[in-house]
Each structure stands twice: as structure tokens, then as C-alpha cells.
């Protein structure tokens, strides 16, 4: 069992960073594959970035890459997803997950979720 817990959203302006992180808990916390998706107000959750438990391999959506990064950080049981040049349509509920599996998180399937944290870009 892994429980998630994502901080660092808030309200910047377009143009700005933000660093979000994700907090897992459990010894095997290092054993899973991390990602980050999002899902914006009327629209379907959709996937931002993902890493393997070594940090090996890193997947990004087209739409962020050369802006966004995903690292983590095993001996804190921490991801992160640092978002830099914002911009207003980047604006949605970030949410963090994780599966042993790499590709059960770039098909939209992770075993497990973080309850999110809002994230707000104004023009």
C-alpha cells in the first residue's frame, strides 16, 4: 500500500514556477514508478510526466517538455515536478501516482493517487 500526499500548488502568474511535490509513504516507496497528471475544469485527466524508480527513465507529455522536470528523490520518498514558464493553460488540479509499473502510468492506469493540489496560472 502507498499513500500520497502532493503540496506546492498555488497561484502564480503566467510566465512564473512553481515546484510541486509528492510524498509517499512506505519502505518500498523507492521500488515504484512515480508520474504526475493533471486535469484541468471540464476536461479528462491527462498525463504530464512520469520516472522510474532509479530515475533512469523519464517520460514527458509533448505539451511540457523543455518546461517541466520530474525528479525524485528516494531517501525522502519524495517526487517532484518543477514547472517553469507557466502559462495559463497549465491551470488544473495537479495530481501524483504511482505503480511498479512505468507503463501502467504513461496508459492512465496507476495503482495508486494523491488527492491532488490546484494549480492556478493567471494571464
Known amino acids: 500500500q502507498v499513500q500520497l500526499v502532493e503540496s506546492g500548488g498555488g497561484l502564480v502568474q503566467a510566465g512564473g514556477s512553481l515546484r510541486l511535490s509528492c510524498a509517499g509513504s512506505g519502505r518500498t516507496f523507492r521500488m515504484y514508478a512515480m508520474g504526475w497528471f493533471r486535469q484541468a475544469p471540464g476536461k479528462e485527466r491527462e498525463f504530464v510526466a512520469a520516472i522510474t524508480w532509479g530515475g533512469g527513465v523519464i517520460h514527458y507529455a509533448d505539451f511540457v517538455k523543455g518546461r517541466f522536470t520530474i525528479s525524485r528523490d528516494n531517501a525522502k520518498n519524495t517526487v517532484y515536478l518543477q514547472m517553469n514558464s507557466l502559462k495559463p493553460e497549465d491551470t488544473a488540479v495537479y495530481y501524483c501516482?504511482?505503480?511498479?509499473?512505468?507503463?501502467?502510468?504513461?496508459?492512465?492506469?496507476?495503482?495508486?493517487w494523491g488527492q491532488g493540489t490546484q494549480v492556478t496560472v493567471s494571464s
Open positions: 501516482a504511482a505503480d511498479q509499473q512505468l507503463s501502467t502510468i504513461t496508459t492512465m492506469t496507476p495503482a495508486y
